[in-house]
Nanobody, 126 residues
Framework: QVQLVESGGGLVQAGGSLRLSCAAS????????MGWFRQAPGKEREFAAA??????????YYADSVTGRFTLSRDNAKNTVYLQMNSLKPEDTAVYYC?????????????????WGQGTQVTVSS
């Protein structure tokens, strides 16, 4: 079992930046691949970014909509994964969820993930 707690959301103007954090507890953090998803009002949850476990070479993977603007990183010593979001757009407005997976390498499908956080709201004003 692992618990995930997101933080860092808030209100920002278009073109601004935010850094989301996801703190994990309960089991060895480095044993999990990690991902970020988001869900806008009235829309389905969608994939944003993922990073594999160390034995998956800590490979990162991004949705086309965030490539070049978002950067995911993990700090295994702090049991934390980060999502640096730059050049934010109003369409990035959503609740952002952190997720963990037992798989070595994960992708864009929610079923690949075993644990989820409660989410943090990101609002980008135009």
């Amino acid at each position: 079992q692992v618990q995930l707690v997101e933080s860092g959301g808030g209100l920002v103007q278009a073109g601004g930046s935010l850094r989301l954090s996801c703190a994990a507890s309960g089991r060895t953090f480095s044993n999990y691949a990690m991902g970020w998803f988001r869900q806008a009002p009235g829309k389905e949850r969608e994939f944003a970014a993922a990073v594999s476990r160390r034995d998956g070479n800590s490979t990162t993977y991004y949705a086309d909509s965030v490539t070049g603007r978002f950067t995911l990183s993990r700090d295994n010593a702090k049991n934390t994964v980060y999502l640096q979001m730059n050049s934010l757009k109003p369409e990035d407005t959503a609740v952002y969820y952190c997720a963990a997976s037992y798989r070595a390498v994960v992708g864009k499908y929610a079923y690949e993930y075993d644990y989820w956080g409660q989410g943090t709201q990101v609002t980008v004003s135009s």
